[in-house]
């Protein structure tokens, strides 16, 4: 049987995600479902509990439960055994984990229960055109699991001394080199750190405020104060002093001049005349 990882010991077929069903393998299915059937919630929900299982295993339900077929089942991979489905009632299943060979067997659920290495494997069986070629949802999904990064060079300075495929292989990156002509493309991984999920900001005006308010970690933003500066048409603009006003400059700021006088009577019997 294969074992189960320290962290998952404690799983119980209730306790399944399709994330966590990931770790186990198909005698650890057996194992958990018989663990469970006592449980009379276990069978009253056996679809749901089936559901989370399929995300990750292939089931199939042998009618002819010989020897002949069993052989058949377990020739192609498959785990064969029995399970109680109800109170009264008992069915032959064969498992067999999923295979993720292809980038399009990659899923949120699944990624981070892959190796860098067996990720590498994936994309050089996919590739043609480089990491460029994947489609924006493929690289949000490993990308949601490793961290990558890509460059391309010719092939003799790929592996140059003191360079980025150096210091990446040195970091416990994995690698996948793929040729290009005369040039190499290196796409890096590395599987990320488990981290806590980020909060949920902006759901509710109040939670935004309260987390502004107790968030000592963000960043102060300085906010400028319009409210006590004076509008432009309050600003007063300086003129001269009195003591420098002269004749010449007198007449020139007060002189509103006759033409302008002529030139708004002529237009206003313009505007009577229409």
């Known amino acids: 049987m294969t074992k189960v990882s320290e962290e998952n010991k404690g799983l119980t077929l209730k306790t399944l995600t399709k994330s966590t069903v990931w770790d186990i393998q198909e005698n650890d299915v057996f194992r958990l479902w ?59 299943w064969a498992l067999k984990k999923k295979p993720i060979v292809r980038v399009t067997d990659l899923t949120y659920e699944n990624i981070r229960h892959i190796s860098a290495a067996k990720l590498m494997e994936v994309l050089d069986r996919n590739f043609g055109g480089g990491w460029d070629s994947l489609s924006q949802s493929i690289k949000d999904i490993i990308e949601s699991g490793f961290d990558i990064s890509t460059t391309t060079l010719p092939k003799d300075r790929l592996h140059k001394k003191g360079g980025m495929y150096e210091k990446k292989m040195a970091d416990g990156y994995d ?40 968030d000592n970690d963000d960043e102060e933003v300085e906010i400028e104060d319009n409210y006590n500066k004076p509008d432009e048409d309050d600003i007063e603009i300086e003129g001269p002093n009195d003591d420098e006003i002269t004749e010449d400059n007198y007449s020139t700021m007060m002189d509103l001049g006759g033409d302008d006088e002529d030139i708004t009577a002529e237009s206003l019997e313009d505007y009577a005349d229409e």
């Open 34 to 92: 018989e663990g469970a059937e006592k449980d009379a919630e276990v069978l009253e929900n056996m679809r749901h509990y089936q559901d989370i299982l399929r995300s990750a295993f292939m089931i199939e339900e042998i009618r002819d439960d010989s020897a002949a077929m069993r052989a058949k089942y377990e020739k192609q991979g498959y785990k064969v055994a029995q399970v109680k489905i109800s109170e009264s009632a008992k069915a032959t």
């Open 175 to 214: 690698v996948l080199e793929v040729e290009k002509g005369t040039w190499v493309e290196a796409i890096f991984a590395k599987l990320k750190p488990e981290s806590e999920k980020p909060r949920m900001k902006f759901a509710s005006l109040k939670e935004n405020f309260d987390d502004d308010e107790n």
